[in-house]
């Protein structure tokens, strides 16, 4: 055991490599933007165009359908050649996108249509961005630091979450929702930024002469992903989660003004509990990994993350017990799919086989996000037939059944980070 320790390679930190600094900052600014319009975009729908909660889920479905129609095909695309310059296309493609959503609004030309068109080209760009982002982390850091590196990236999504919903509802007091959205597009400027002076030489897998056609490799992605258990435990985890998850999260704008009372700066208050819990889950996933197995921090995840949206649903109307027991509810869960979401990613890059990968992660995109607008589109249907409260109980009912297929996985099993070779 001490020949092997001694063959081992030492790594710098994470805050002594250049490129993953790099990384992390544009990341940061990119996902402090992202928080910003989180809020201020629905804020935009519901305060400037009068949306009701049917419209709303429509929104909110042109945000995810990209990645349903998108995902496998771009996977292919990506896989075969450096990811570094598609972040960056994709990072000014979007801030010009935002650009031009806050104009037409400053103008009065906003309409319901062009938001909705504008919103799916945004995630037709983040589509491209997210999975080169998760493909070329294994390319930036040594394999040995995946969990932590993913850990550092979770904590500035956390911290942004902690600062960025509440921030935004203030703005959107102060200078509109319209003026506030200029902070997305000068975060992705930020991104593109940092991206450009990173240096790399990325690992993109050899093409062989005569490689197969776009239909076959994006086959053999979707084999490797569904034929191994562990990869397609993963699959199933993320998509049955965030499908029903996305769904609360999408109405809850709407049942906190118009069924609690809550002001915009409140309701912004209130989700950025849920990055207390999440920076809190960051900072403590890799010990936990480390202590019971990162198939157990996976399942106990789902757990912790589901429940409390079940008792939002359940919210008094009196603000006095109304604004700490919404907060509970979203720092739990936050804690929860935290910890999830870093132990899901850093397995899958850790296990799947290098050219595989891009491929992987985009039907994990595909299914984990693409259903999402599923499920957001549903709960504002719902939303329109029943009570505010039904919709986002039956959403949290559906995010439990991500808790029931973990504990059947054979996740159960995986008391260490696996290895490519496996």
């Given at each position: 055991m001490q020949e092997e320790k001694s063959i081992e390679p030492a790594h710098p930190p994470l805050t002594r490599q250049g490129n993953f600094v790099k990384l992390w900052t544009g990341q940061t600014a990119a996902l402090i933007g992202y928080e910003i319009s989180e809020m201020a975009l629905p804020l935009l729908a519901i305060l400037v165009l009068e949306t009701d909660a049917g419209e709303l889920g429509i929104i909110g479905a042109a945000r995810w359908l990209p990645f349903l129609l998108f995902s496998l095909w771009a996977g292919v695309w990506i896989e075969r050649r450096r990811r570094i310059p598609v972040m960056i296309a994709a990072d000014l493609t979007r801030a010009a996108l935002m650009i031009a959503v806050v104009s037409l609004a400053l103008t009065d030309l906003?309409?319901?249509?062009?938001?909705?068109?504008?919103?799916?080209?945004?995630?037709?760009?983040?589509?491209?961005f997210d999975?080169?982002?998760t493909t070329v982390l294994p390319s930036v850091v040594p394999q040995e630091q995946l969990v932590k590196a993913n850990g550092w990236l979770q904590a500035s999504g956390s911290v942004a979450q902690v600062g960025g919903p509440g921030f935004a509802g203030v703005l959107v007091q102060w200078l509109t929702a319209p003026v506030t959205l200029l902070g997305q597009a000068l975060s992705f400027l930020v991104s593109g930024g940092c991206l450009a002076a990173i240096r790399i030489d990325e690992k993109v897998p050899e093409q062989p002469e005569h490689?197969?056609?776009?239909?076959?490799s994006l086959k053999e992605g979707l084999v490797m992903a569904f034929g191994d258990p562990v990869l397609r435990s993963l699959v199933g985890i993320g998509a049955l989660f965030n499908m029903f998850s996305q769904w609360v999260v999408a109405m809850f704008p709407l049942f906190a003004i118009r069924e609690i009372g809550l002001s915009a700066g409140t309701m912004g208050a209130v989700v950025s509990a849920a990055a207390v819990g999440g920076l809190v889950g960051s900072m403590t996933v890799g010990r936990l990994s480390?202590?019971?197995g990162?198939?157990?921090?996976?399942?106990?995840?789902?757990?912790?993350?589901?429940?409390?949206?079940?008792?939002?649903?359940?919210?008094?109307e009196r603000h006095a017990i109304a604004i700490p027991w919404l907060i509970a509810c979203f720092a739990v869960a936050g804690y929860g799919w935290t910890i999830g979401g870093i132990m899901i990613t850093s397995v899958r890059q850790a296990y799947?086989?290098?050219?595989?990968?891009?491929?992987?992660?985009?039907?994990?995109?595909?299914?984990?996000?693409?259903?999402v607008s599923v499920g957001v589109f549903a709960g504002g249907l719902l939303g329109e037939a029943a009570s505010l409260r039904t919709t986002l109980?039956?959403?949290?009912?559906?995010?439990?059944?991500?808790?029931?297929w973990s504990i059947l996985s054979p996740l159960r099993g995986l008391r260490k980070m696996p290895a490519q070779e496996a």
């Open positions: 906003l309409t319901l249509p062009i938001l909705i068109a504008a919103v799916f080209l945004l995630g037709a760009g983040t589509v491209m999975i080169s982002y490689r197969p056609n776009g239909l076959t480390e202590r019971i990162p198939g157990r921090v996976i399942i106990a995840s789902s757990v912790i993350a589901s429940i409390p949206f079940a008792l939002v649903a359940f919210s008094p799947t086989p290098r050219a595989f990968l891009a491929r992987v992660n985009a039907t994990y995109r595909f299914l984990g996000y693409g259903l109980l039956v959403g949290a009912i559906g995010s439990m059944t991500a808790m029931v």
